[in-house]
């Protein structure tokens, strides 16, 4: 059974910066595309930033310049770098993974099968 558990989120002041990892076990990520993925109470999950198994990423535009997704394949983990954070980036975020490679254009929900527990992300103006 694959699972995904993510890790760094907490609570940071406007401008500041966070890390969350992602790591998977029962399966490898090489082949497949990988997604972070953000909710807030009362709103759609919201795709954030995709990575495919090329190595070529995909960003909301919300985040583009501020967010990096990253994956080591060898230690099967995932990244989210998020710097200048916002408020408004306040959110539960989410790892998935698709049994796919990425779609051109955005990623719904329904677009991955695995997803891990989900981590708290404060901004705080």
């Known amino acids: 059974q694959v699972q995904l558990v993510e890790s760094g989120g907490g609570s940071v002041q406007a401008g500041g910066s966070l890390r969350l990892s992602c790591v998977g076990f029962g399966s490898s990520f090489s082949w497949y595309c990988m997604g972070w993925f953000r909710q807030v109470p009362g709103k759609e999950r919201e795709g954030v930033a995709v990575?495919?198994?090329?190595?070529?990423?995909n960003y909301v535009d919300s985040v583009k310049g501020r967010f990096t997704i990253s994956k080591d394949n060898g230690q099967n983990t995932l990244y989210l770098q998020m710097n200048s954070l916002k408020p408004e980036d306040s959110a539960m975020y989410y790892c998935a993974l698709r049994w796919n490679r990425c779609r051109t254009g955005g990623h719904r929900e329904s677009d991955f099968q695995v997803w891990g527990q989900g981590t708290q992300v404060t901004v705080s103006s």
């Open positions: 990575v495919d198994s090329d190595g070529s990423t």
